[in-house]
């Protein structure tokens, strides 16, 4: 079973300064550091195992971090 949550981190690489702070704090470890331009960057590495429990981007201290609407598998009774 998938954790798939509603909401995905989507992180700013020009605000992200690889601290480290969201991937200390995600509970299901999807996150992690990676290289890119000589800099870390924070990555979400499985879009799955994330719960949008937006932890990360509370803890970000720079704001990097956005929680964006996963495409929804269903439409919603509003939406409809
Ligand atoms: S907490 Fe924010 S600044 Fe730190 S690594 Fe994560 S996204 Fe980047
Ligand atoms: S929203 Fe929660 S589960 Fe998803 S990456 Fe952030 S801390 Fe981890």
Not at 42 to 64: I, M
Request: hydrophobic content about 40%.
């Amino acid at each position: 079973m998938q954790a798939r949550g509603l909401a995905l981190p989507v992180i700013d690489p020009g605000r992200c300064t690889g601290c480290g702070w969201c991937v200390a704090v995600c509970p299901p470890h999807v996150l992690s550091l990676h290289p890119r331009g000589g800099v870390k960057i924070s990555t979400l590495d499985d879009a799955d195992g994330c719960t949008g429990c937006a932890l990360c981007a509370v803890r970000c201290p720079f704001d990097a971090i956005a929680m964006v609407r996963r495409e929804k598998r269903s439409p919603l009774p509003d939406e409809v």
